[in-house]
Every structure is written in structure tokens, then in C-alpha cells.
């Protein structure tokens, strides 16, 4: 069965350093996988998608992530962090697209000033 | 605006009443999920349509919950019998099919039953 996990909580980056946020993913075949940001009391908003081609894809907000199929992993990047970054992190991943997208439980982001 | 719409956003419920929460699409999009989530958490599938199709429902947590899009378009999710441990956000998404897009999701209905 596909499956998403984020195997941290939290995560916290001084302002203006480089920031990761860790993702793997368990799916029997090529997987379709997204990243989302969750602002408090917000629905989530997409940052950026892989689906094929070339493994470093970038998103909004300077977000880009890179995906690295020998080692299923899909790990959110950032140079440089922003305060305004602070904010709960999901990776999502979705088998076909005919098929219901699965999310990890989350990772929250603190960028501190 | 053109995005999802969710209504209400905000609905108390007593224990053991009915509630039914409204989704709005984009129009024109095929696909639609229902996520639930609870504080803190990430959304857990409920159910996915294809057009007026329930394609899969396996999320769906009893059979108090149901769930219909009999045209195709708008969406509503209805809770029978609420109890406490349904509380949480019920979370609407639509997609278009045919393209590996991304779900666009729409701000929420929190529920909170007393």
C-alpha cells in the first residue's frame, strides 16, 4: 500500500540558513508526490510537484525539493529561510491519477528570527 | 473567487445530531476528496469521486458518515448521529482529470461536537 511518512515533528532554522524538511515515500510503482503548506485556520496550499523528469523541481515561494528514487525520498529544500516560512509542512504523494492522495502527518517549520 | 468553496466554516453540533457539510469545486474539475483532520495532524482520506462516481470510500471512519455529488459538482458530506471523537476539519479538494495536477483545497468546515 502506498504510504507517505515525515519522520519529524518539528523542525527549527535559524533565519537566513538553509532549510530541509524530510520526506519518504513507500508506493508500488512511480509515484506522483507534492509538497503543502498549512498556514493556521488556512486550507493547504501547494508549493510544488514531482511527477517526471528532472529530480530537483522547483515550487512557489522559492521552495524547490529533490527526489531521489533509490532512496524514496522527497526532501523539501530552501537557501535561505524566511520568518514568514514558519508554518506546517505536508508531503503528499498520489500513486495514478486516478487514485486518492495520501499525506504524511506533517512537519511543523519554526524559522527563528 | 474560482477556488473551492466550503460551507459552513465553522459548526457546532450536539452529540447525536446530524450535520451536513457543503463543498463547492472549481468548476469544471472531475475530481473531488474529502480529508478529515484532526488538530495538528494530517488530513486522513475519507472518499474520492469522479464525477458523480464515489470511486473510493475506504476512509470513510463508520457508517455514519456518507457522502454524495449526485451531479457531478457540488459535493456534501453528511455526518449522522455526531459524536465527540468526530470533531475535527473536514477538508474538500478538487483536481481536473486527465493532467497529473495537483488538488486545490478549499479552507475547511471545523467541527466541534458538545
Known amino acids: 500500500a502506498q504510504s507517505v511518512a515525515q519522520p519529524e515533528d518539528q523542525v527549527n532554522v535559524a533565519e537566513g540558513n538553509p532549510l530541509t524538511v524530510k520526506c519518504t515515500y513507500s508506493?508500488?510503482?512511480?509515484?506522483?508526490l507534492f509538497w503543502y503548506v498549512q498556514y493556521p485556520n488556512r486550507g493547504l496550499q501547494f508549493l510544488l510537484k514531482y511527477i517526471t523528469g528532472d529530480n530537483l523541481v522547483k515550487g512557489s515561494y522559492g521552495f524547490e525539493a529533490e527526489f531521489n528514487k533509490s532512496q524514496t525520498s522527497f526532501h523539501l529544500k530552501k537557501p535561505s529561510a524566511l520568518v514568514s516560512d514558519s508554518a506546517l509542512y505536508f508531503c503528499?504523494?498520489?500513486?495514478?491519477?486516478?487514485?486518492?492522495?495520501?499525506f504524511g502527518k506533517g512537519t511543523r517549520l519554526h524559522i527563528l528570527p | 473567487g474560482a477556488g473551492v468553496s466550503q460551507s459552513p466554516r465553522y459548526k457546532v453540533a450536539k452529540r447525536g445530531q446530524d450535520v451536513a457539510l457543503r463543498c463547492d469545486p472549481i468548476s469544471g474539475h472531475v475530481s473531488l476528496f474529502w480529508y478529515q483532520q484532526a488538530l495538528g495532524q494530517g488530513p486522513e482520506f475519507l472518499t474520492y469521486f469522479q464525477n458523480e462516481a464515489q470511486l473510493d470510500k475506504s476512509g470513510l471512519p463508520s457508517d455514519r458518515f456518507f457522502a454524495e455529488r449526485p451531479e457531478g459538482s457540488v459535493s456534501t458530506l453528511k455526518i449522522q448521529r455526531t459524536q465527540q471523537e468526530d470533531s475535527a476539519v473536514y477538508l474538500c479538494?478538487?483536481?481536473?482529470?486527465?493532467?497529473?495536477?495537483?488538488?486545490?483545497f478549499g479552507q475547511g468546515t471545523r467541527l466541534t461536537v458538545v
Open positions: 479538494a478538487s483536481s481536473p482529470l486527465g493532467d497529473y495536477t495537483e488538488a486545490f
Open positions: 503528499a504523494v498520489r500513486f495514478y491519477r486516478d487514485d486518492k492522495i495520501i
Open positions: 508506493v508500488s510503482g512511480n509515484p506522483y
